[in-house]
């Protein structure tokens, strides 16, 4: 401490959620002084409201087909990932064996204890970990080179002056405006399922310092939930999930298919909250619910009747006999059930005679949904991190609109941008890699 008001460190890190730990354990860990700065009662943000399923692509092809980013930003994902299950095995973090997800591999980790053991790793080396404080702007001299932060905590304000500083407060999806502004306009009311403090602190903080939000960048990643009686239990965030929709047909309130569904519910969540009313039917048939709809999205889940969690917590959904039943649900909730019932129709015909011509077409699944029950369940999109945010390099340096880096300052996990586009890889794992990448681009190799 310099005097009373003043701290200084080798690292500030704002945000103590995946990207922020993983990089302050990372540096402290390698002999830095690191400040971490929380605005949260507890560390942990989002990665604690986590499965802890630590996982990306099986390849950098795939990393690029289904996250649809920038291809060296992806690459950092899928580079680093290595080096950070090798950290995580080095410390004694809890690992699952391999598992399958998506189209990559991972493994479930002991979430609390990677977080907890990065706070011990700061603490062990001369750092702090604060809690309930806000940033309330960046500090820079006078070429723009970023000298730490001004922080406000219920005891008085704080100046943290340091050498690098990295933002890391987990995204925009908290905030409906930014929501409205980046995404789509009916983004506005989508349902959080994230914590709710990440409401796009650090790309106000970057862009005040002269960084580049990529404001083109409108994808993000969360899914489709059945109506929720309330929206106020964590746990709902996967239980009303309907990771399924992959398998199934999603129908707007014009009764047509509007996206290829088997790119992953994450996606057709993006797709979803674009259409009439922000919201669609879900229709699969009684073959697809015994296969998906009450199996675990990964082996380490638990099983659970999609549409009897949903039911039993308000969804509107039915289990019909016939299509006719389908049509009747969907005219009585604002649907047009005849353009509905064509439109299963003319999928179960062509995924016999003619997946080519498929409209919207389809790259997987190409089962017909024709066995009876039929199961239809009205789902609305629900957002769990942004993939836009600040411009960064593979370096995690925030860049300014003409590509040249803010110096001193780094951007990790949601609050950059990039790396995904339509589709992802991991959210620990782009949050865990870019930490790691900031924290050795700031000299902590
Ligand atoms: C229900 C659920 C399940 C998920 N399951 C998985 C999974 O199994 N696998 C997977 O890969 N991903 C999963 N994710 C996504 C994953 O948790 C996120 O992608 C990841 O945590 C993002 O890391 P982050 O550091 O960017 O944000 P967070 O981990 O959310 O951390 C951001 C931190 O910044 C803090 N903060 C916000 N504003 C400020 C401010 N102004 N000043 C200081 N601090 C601030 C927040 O309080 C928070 O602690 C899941 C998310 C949820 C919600």
């Keep these: 401490m310099t005097d009373e008001a003043t701290i200084t460190c080798d690292l500030l890190v704002i945000g103590g959620g995946m990207a922020g730990m993983s990089a302050a354990g990372w540096a402290a860990a390698r002999g830095a002084r690191v400040i971490v700065v929380e605005k949260a009662a507890a560390l942990g943000g989002s990665a604690l409201l986590s499965g802890g399923v630590f996982w990306t692509a099986s390849s950098r092809e795939k990393i690029e087909l289904y996250g649809g980013g920038d291809p060296a930003l992806a690459g950092i994902v899928f580079d680093t990932y290595p080096a950070a299950v090798a950290w995580l095995r080095s410390r004694g973090i809890q690992m699952s064996p391999r598992i ?21 790793l700061v603490e062990q080396h001369g750092g702090f970990v604060i809690l309930e404080t806000e940033t309330t702007a960046l500090l820079q001299d006078e070429d723009g080179t970023v000298t730490g932060a001004r922080t406000r905590h219920v005891d008085g304000e704080v100046t943290v002056r340091a050498a690098a500083t990295l933002l890391a407060t987990g995204g925009y999806q908290a905030s409906p405006e930014l929501r409205a502004r980046y995404i789509h306009p009916q983004a506005e009311r989508m349902l959080l399922r994230a914590n709710p403090i990440s409401d796009g ?40 999930s309907q990771y399924h929709s992959e398998h199934a047909l999603l129908i707007n309130e014009a009764g047509e298919r509007f996206c290829d569904e088997s790119f992953g519910d994450h ?40 549409m009897q969690v949903a039911i039993d917590n308000g969804g509107k959904g ?4 016939t299509l006719d039943e389908v049509a009747a649900f969907a005219d009585a909730h604002g649907f047009d059930g005849a353009a509905t019932c064509a439109t299963i129709a003319a999928f179960n015909h062509q995924a016999r ?47 300014r609109a003409d590509g040249t880096p803010v110096p001193a300052l780094f951007a990790a996990g949601s609050d950059a941008g990039g790396a995904f586009g339509r589709g992802y890889a991991g959210g620990l794992a782009l949050a865990a890699t870019f930490g790691i990448t900031a924290a050795r681009s700031a000299g902590w190799a």
């Design 100 to 120: 399958d997800v998506l189209h990559g591999q991972g493994y479930q980790i002991d979430i609390h204890a990677h977080i907890r053991g990065c706070a011990d």
């Design 201 to 240: 602190a650090g790309l106000r903080l970057g862009a005040a310092a002269g960084g580049e939000v990529a404001g083109t960048n409108a994808g993000f990643y969360g899914h489709l939930v059945s109506e929720p009686r309330v929206w106020d239990d964590e746990r709902l965030y996967v239980a009303l």
């Design 267 to 306: 996606a057709n969540t993006a797709q979803t909250v674009r259409q009439p009313g922000s919201r669609a039917i879900c229709f699969w048939d009684s073959r697809a619910h015994a296969a998906y709809a009450t199996v675990p999205v990964v082996s380490v889940g638990i099983p659970l009747d999609k």
């Design 318 to 321: 039915v289990v019909a006999g």
């Design 353 to 399: 005679h003619g997946w080519e011509v498929m409209d919207p077409p389809r790259t997987d699944d190409f089962a017909a949904l024709d066995k009876p029950p039929f199961y239809a369940l009205i789902v609305h999109p629900a957002i769990t991190f942004t993939f836009g945010g600040l411009t960064i390099d593979t370096g995690a340096r925030v860049l």
